[in-house]
């Protein structure tokens, strides 16, 4: 009876913690929360808005994403100002993006965003790997850095159809960037549909190589911290003891 009471007291002040600890979960030094939301911000608005001025919004939004990932992830003070000047550089090529033609900022926009979303999953990765505890911070963030590739291969599709000779699916023509983003997604989690496929190299290489990416991520990294992460309430306590519960 004892041991049911300290359960239900523990229960009752985790669930009057929870709002704090949600709120934490997104402002604290070393949280993924607001990365993670980010990065659903800026696939909504990706996927959504079609106009030539959403390619400098979206933009913004991965700076901001990049930022806050340098912030959680604690990054050394010479990669922050490295990644700080760059991030200037991208400010002022969003800018531009609004007064040049739309054929020519669509490439080099995609090839800034894919460079971006290349340089934040490393950086989550190597704060992950110095974490000594698996917590709910390390599940958000190994969620975070495969999303992050997911959308970084999107723009790097986005990037071949804008500079290749020919459409990069082919017959199925150039399509706006949420085929990109579709055709990503369903190759990192090896889907494939086959609705769309690349025509030609590079575009297939640089497909083989997310499924690779996508399933050895899975299969070592999330599953890795899935199966040692324990919510808060339970560390400390014995297996025996999580085995009774």
């Known amino acids: 009876m004892a041991d049911d009471d300290l359960d239900l007291q523990a229960q009752e ?7 704090r600890r949600l709120l934490q979960a997104f402002s604290s030094p070393d ?26 919004l979206v933009l913004f939004v ?22 700080g000047a760059i991030l200037v550089v991208t400010a002022i090529a969003a800018i531009l993006n609004l007064f040049i033609s739309r054929d020519v900022a669509g490439g080099v926009m995609a090839v800034i965003s894919g ?14 790997v110095e974490r000594r505890t698996v917590d709910t911070q390390t ?8 999303l992050m590739a997911g959308m970084g291969f999107a723009f790097a599709y986005q990037a071949l159809g804008a500079w290749q000779a020919g459409p990069f699916f082919g017959s199925q023509g150039e399509g706006p960037f949420p085929q990109y983003l579709f ?10 549909y086959g609705n769309l496929v690349p025509d030609a190299n590079p575009g297939q290489t640089l497909a083989v190589l997310e499924m690779l990416i996508g399933q050895l991520f899975l299969v070592t990294a999330v599953a890795r911290v899935v ?17 009774s519960n």
Do not use: K, M, N
């Open 13 to 19: 002040r985790s669930s009057r913690h929870r709002p």
């Open 31 to 56: 949280s993924y929360g607001l990365v993670l939301l980010l990065i659903l911000v800026t696939y909504a608005l990706s996927a959504s808005i079609t106009a030539a001025w959403a390619v400098s």
């Open 62 to 83: 991965q700076i901001a994403t990049i930022w806050v990932t340098l912030q959680a992830s604690q990054a050394h003070r010479h990669l922050r100002q490295v990644t």
């Open 115 to 128: 460079l971006l979303y290349v340089v934040a999953p490393v950086i989550i990765i190597r704060r992950l």
């Open 139 to 146: 599940l958000l963030g190994a969620i975070a850095a495969y």
């Open 183 to 192: 055709f990503s997604f369903t190759t990192l989690t090896t889907t494939g």
């Open 227 to 243: 199966s040692a992460w324990q919510p808060r309430h339970d560390r400390g306590r014995s297996p025996t003891e999580l085995d």
